[in-house]
């Protein structure tokens, strides 16, 4: 039972380029979700997903989309990175009426 | 904007002692819950109270919430140095946006 699985650990972008951030459970939760965390900051959300072929925006969806194909995946694209993007990013996942699950993050640089 | 507010940002205090962490929040919730996150590393789940609880325990975790005043507190007792981390209050408001709202978090530091 690997829980929450992000891919990369680490990645660093040019400005302009698009990448694709991985998130798996392997828990079946129906919920799913991407934060992203700045210096000194909490969690923002910025998309989420109740279940399979659902998904929407939370407080800072602007230059990110998802989609959820499958109960276990949920893929973060940015679309043309900015050095705004510049942060830790968080997946989530928990069953109706439990805890989140968090994965270990992926940090990302845009230069 | 954030959701909860914590209180406060940061505290230091000696091994043995007990540390109390404030979070207020602005709208209903199903449930309030506390994250604890270690340095460079992803948020554990600690400990989850639902709007109709008041108290709940979890070995040295004590968490209270007063939904009239959309507040809640942790207590973690008898600190240890491996509790030095940041703890963080995030709401589920059951309804709508299905996700949590995160406040700013507190940074506990315990020295040995």
């Given at each position: 039972?690997?829980?929450?699985?992000?891919?990369?650990?680490?990645?660093?972008?040019?400005?302009?380029?698009?990448?694709?951030?991985?998130?798996?459970?392997?828990?079946?939760?129906?919920?799913?979700?991407?934060?992203?965390?700045?210096?000194?900051?909490?969690?923002?959300?910025?998309?989420?997903?109740?279940?399979?072929?659902?998904?929407?925006?939370?407080?800072?969806?602007?230059?990110?989309?998802?989609?959820?194909?499958?109960?276990?995946?949920?893929?973060?694209?940015?679309?043309?990175?900015?050095?705004?993007?510049?942060?830790?990013?968080?997946?989530?996942?928990?069953?109706?009426?439990?805890g989140y699950t968090f994965g270990s993050g992926t940090r990302l640089t845009v230069v | 904007s954030q959701q909860g507010e914590e209180d406060p940002q940061a505290l230091s205090?000696?091994?043995?002692?007990?540390?109390?962490?404030?979070?207020?929040?602005?709208?209903?919730?199903?449930?309030?819950?506390?994250?604890r996150q270690n340095s460079g590393r992803g948020l554990v789940h600690l400990i989850l109270i639902r709007s109709n609880e008041r108290e709940k325990h979890s070995g040295r975790?004590?968490?209270?919430?007063?939904?009239?005043?959309?507040?809640?507190?942790?207590?973690?007792?008898?600190?240890?140095?491996?509790?030095?981390?940041?703890?963080?209050?995030?709401?589920?408001?059951?309804?709508?946006?299905?996700?949590?709202?995160?406040?700013?978090?507190?940074?506990?530091?315990?020295?040995?």
């Open positions: 039972n690997a829980g929450v699985t992000q891919t990369p650990k680490f990645q660093v972008l040019k400005t302009g380029q698009s990448m694709t951030l991985q998130c798996a459970q392997d828990m079946n939760h129906e919920y799913m979700s991407w934060y992203r965390q700045d210096p000194g900051m909490g969690l923002r959300l910025i998309h989420y997903s109740v279940g399979a072929g659902i998904t929407d925006q939370g407080e800072v969806p602007n230059g990110y989309n998802v989609s959820r194909s499958t109960t276990e995946d949920f893929p973060l694209r940015l679309l043309s990175a900015a050095p705004s993007q510049t942060s830790v990013y968080f997946c989530a996942s928990k069953a109706q009426g439990g | 205090i000696q091994e043995g002692e007990n540390a109390t962490m404030n979070c207020s929040y602005k709208t209903s919730i199903n449930n309030l819950q506390w994250y975790l004590r968490v209270t919430l007063d939904t009239s005043k959309k507040s809640s507190s942790l207590l973690i007792t008898a600190s240890r140095a491996a509790d030095t981390a940041s703890y963080f209050c995030a709401t589920d408001a059951g309804t709508g946006r299905r996700a949590l709202t995160f406040g700013s978090g507190t940074r506990l530091q315990v020295q040995p």
